[in-house]
């Protein structure tokens, strides 16, 4: 079986759609061809020229990274600077680059869920601007002899996934009435004739971009000469996706104490806390990466503390003004732990559909920054 960079990309959009990125993000593939063949793929953080070197040394066909390497449109490719570098290394190994960055962090079970499960978070929710779903109810009618069949190319669609429910559905019996005419022919009755057959109702929910997809396929799985089928829009709601979380803390604590207990689960040489020692922690707020942008979300929210990386000094002085507190567990701490975990589920979706393809995550990366 030959899986290509498509394939690859198709289960990246079913890990992280493209439609949770942010306007300025630029998610998806960066560099290649998406009929190229994929047998190795190496998980990393950054699109470094150190990484995309170790990549071509060890063969990899695709090189899946959370921070895009293009944000905004090329002007030049310049082979001596370090993004021309990459892409000629790329472009001569033909190797793929794909990125998921905005989405990946707002995605249910994404890097924001996932570090703050490391953390201990409970009853978690979204920090920023929940991301409504906008979904379809879909109906369709089949006979009663073919209910299992017809499920079973049901759930060969994305209709019926529901938060990490996938294959979720509904069905009652019933009576379909119908006459058919003289150019038709029909599954069963005759021309002219008013039938009624035992029928099933079969419901599932279904995303407005995957309509026309699921309709086709149904429609060659359905016995009927016209499928008959309803699409009924529902009310967006909560998706839990979007950027940052909240979550209670299993055992409340001190702002000095929380902030030992993140150095020690991240294993940090240092971590910046801002607010009073003694601060009472119940509820905590986070975001992964740079987290500035959602202080006045955090402000508003009943959250005691904020953890996040890149903070600035002002930042801290508001915090300070407000009795609330701030961690500091930097950029790099708060996003490197993805690889690994998004490495892991690449390899158990890639191992359940039998695709022989070999995943790891990059090991060769390092936080920028030095600490004296």
Known sequence: ???????????????????????WDNVGLQIGQKDWPVQKILVALDPLP?????????????LITHHPLIFKALKSIDFSTPSGKIIQMAATQRMGIFAAHSNL?????????????????????????DLPEDLLKLAVFVP??????FL?????TPAGQIGSYSCCSFRYPGTGTYRPGTDSRPFSGKSGQISHTDEIRIEAVLRPEDVKKTVAHLCKNHPYEIMAYDLFPLRPQESGEGIGRIGCLEKECGLREFAQQLKNIFRLPFVKYSGRADLNIKKAA????????????????????????????????????????LIDIGHFA????????????????????NMPVQVRACSAENDPYQYL
Do not use: W
Request: charged share 30%.
């Open 105 to 129: 962090d707002s995605v249910r079970n994404g890097i924001n869920d996932i570090l703050a499960e490391r953390i201990g978070l409970k009853q978690l929710r979204v920090l920023g601007k």
């Open 286 to 325: 986070l975001c992964s990466g740079s987290g500035s942008g959602l202080l006045p979300a955090f402000f508003s929210s009943d959250a005691q503390v904020y953890i996040s990386g890149d903070l600035r000094y002002h930042d801290a002085r508001d915090a300070e003004a407000a009795d609330r507190g």
């Open 1 to 23: 079986m030959t899986v290509s960079i498509s394939d690859i990309s198709a289960i990246m959009e079913e890990i992280a759609p493209a439609r949770l990125a942010e306007d």
């Open 152 to 156: 079973n190319a049901l759930f060969e």
């Open 50 to 62: 150190e990484v995309v070197r170790l990549a071509c040394r060890e063969n990899t066909d695709l």
């Open 334 to 353: 708060s996003e490197h732990l993805i690889a690994q975990v998004l490495a892991d589920r690449l390899e158990k979706i890639l191992a359940e559909r």
């Open 144 to 149: 009663a002899e073919y209910e299992h069949q």
